[in-house]
């Protein structure tokens, strides 16, 4: 018989010593990137820390006081006063940081001006995004703001900006869910001043559609796994939905498998198997439907050649990226040439690939491996900000009177996101050390963080790439936030608080 609290215990272990190895290499990419700092910088820094320090230290009295403000406030009005904070200061972000889309941004966003033109040669043949044909969806969605306007760079990245807001309040009803309305708010507040997710809003990238779709995906899946209740038409639903969010996402940045893989998992190991016929159907079909559907009709259309997930350079070119010693399994010259040798033949590039792979891997000796992957993973999380400030701040013209300023601070933005994202990694291990009261939903999480732990590692590397699942982290450290007097201090509610409310309070008050 199966073992469910081994299961736990199982993947704690392996959870622990990801974050404690993510800890220590962010503390060694931040005393790397320290030791050019100025002495307003260094100062800055001590100041933060003791910040954090009083913090932690007073977290009960500090707990104790956001309970009455939040009492006196009320949940739903709390709700949205950290709803509109997290929206001003993404739009404050996008109005004062001018970012250039550049690298595949760039030609995503430039070439949308092509799609509106009714030209899709850029789909066909070998073109760029034939060859990589899961940024397909994000350029046709780019292209529908051309009609707008001849440079909407600004309506994408206002776009952005809601989107991003959105996922504040999907991320306040999955912790919700998982424990109540207290740290629902306080993982909502978290996900609103966290950086990367405030400073990637001005970049053209996926990500910030994909994550709120991602969210909006596991917070029906939480509603379903919570039920006690025998399966009735609002789980059929909420199967449906679960489904239907997790196929929008995954058109905007496909790694929906990695999610639907542990759905899957979620279920089988902690969730009674008979249930299974019952409930994988609904939330397979509604996953592969629509985007065979919106798939097929790009192709007989004519304006894709294959299908979205079939790029006609395959997988395992990222995959030997991934294993180049020499660019630490980042993208290289060497690797992203091999396509051309083999005149972009899918079966010989393939081919080409896994030789290489098995050479490199076969010939190095043990040693050099394992260090090769623990650099590598170590390069791939220690970022605080997953490369958002680079990405929004290089190419900035020197004409913008905020890009000076922004130059300037950033030793002191470093600062800022390395402190953050050590503080969520830090309670996120506490969480994990409090095996009695944590809520077996959490495993499904810790599932998951591992699938793209996993995925990362064998594909080629880059900081930015752990962004889509960076707020992860957040539901993590809740539970290492979550204090036992706060359970006996409560807190003024008499219902969740849902969408329609939030819409029903802006509208009467004016806004929308």
Known sequence: MFNRNAANKCLSKLALIILNIIVIACICYFAVSSSSFSLVAKSFSLICCLFILVVVYGKKRFESWICKLINRLGCRNTLILII???????LLWILLVPTIPISDFG??????KEIQQGNFTGF????????FAHDTITVLYFSI?????????????????????????????????IYDVWLGLLAAFL??????????NSQTMSENIAITFYLISVYYFMLVINKKKKFHGNELRNLCFCGLALAMANMF??????????????????????????????????YFIPIFLISSILIYNGITETHLWNSKEPIWTSVLKGTNFESNGHWNVEDAKLPEIYNHDPDKITQASKQIIKERLLNASPQKISTFYLYKFGSEWADPDMSAYEWATKNIPESSPTANLIRKLKSEILI???LFYLFLLYFSIKSLLRNRDRPEEISF????????VILLLITEAQARYAFVISWIFIILAIGGLKGRHVTDFKIQRSRSIKYSDLLRFLLSNGLS
Not at 445 to 452: D, E
């Open 145 to 177: 703001f051309y009609n707008l306007k001849s440079n909407p760079l600004i309506i994408i990245k206002f776009m952005n900006v809601l989107f991003s807001t959105l996922a504040i309040y999907y991320m306040y009803k999955i912790v919700e869910q």
């Open 416 to 418: 800022v996101t390395t």
């Open 84 to 90: 509109l904070l997290g929206f001003s200061m993404r």
């Open 107 to 112: 030609l995503m966003y430039e070439y949308a």
């Open 445 to 452: 999480f810790l599932l998951l963080f591992c699938g793209f």
């Open 253 to 286: 940045r496909m790694v929906g498998s990695v999610f639907l893989i542990a759905y899957i998992m979620y279920l089988i190991l902690f969730r009674d198997v008979r249930k299974l016929y019952f409930l994988m159907p609904f939330m397979l079909l509604t």
């Open 191 to 200: 996900l609103a001043i966290f950086p990367p997710f405030i400073m990637y």
């Open 124 to 131: 066909h043949n070998y073109a760029y995004f034939a060859r």
